[in-house]
């Protein structure tokens, strides 16, 4: 499965943050996460055409890289 496929699960699912939630939580601009995911460096789900969900643990990775910031 991609990581843009849709899964009814990823809808409501506890385990995922919202694209504001991760911007939250790091401090960084929604806008630096969605080009992040855009450009392929930040894994993220899009269970809706409208709605992206990041999996806590691929956030915490891709902030431990050197591109994160």
């Known amino acids: 499965m991609s990581s843009h496929e849709r899964t009814p699960a990823d809808t409501n699912d506890p385990e995922r943050l919202s694209v504001a939630g991760a911007a939250r ?3 960084l601009s929604t806008r ?3 080009r992040a995911i855009q450009a392929g ?3 993220a789900s ?4 409208r709605r992206v969900l ?4 691929d956030l915490s990775a891709w902030l431990d890289t050197p591109s994160a910031r």
């Not at 899009?46 to 055409?49: D, F, K, L």
């Not at 990041?54 to 643990?57: G, K, S």
């Open 32 to 34: 630096t996460l969605r």
């Open 54 to 57: 990041i999996r806590p643990a």
């Open 41 to 43: 460096h930040l894994p």
């Open 46 to 49: 899009r269970p809706t055409p």
């Open 25 to 27: 939580l790091t401090s």
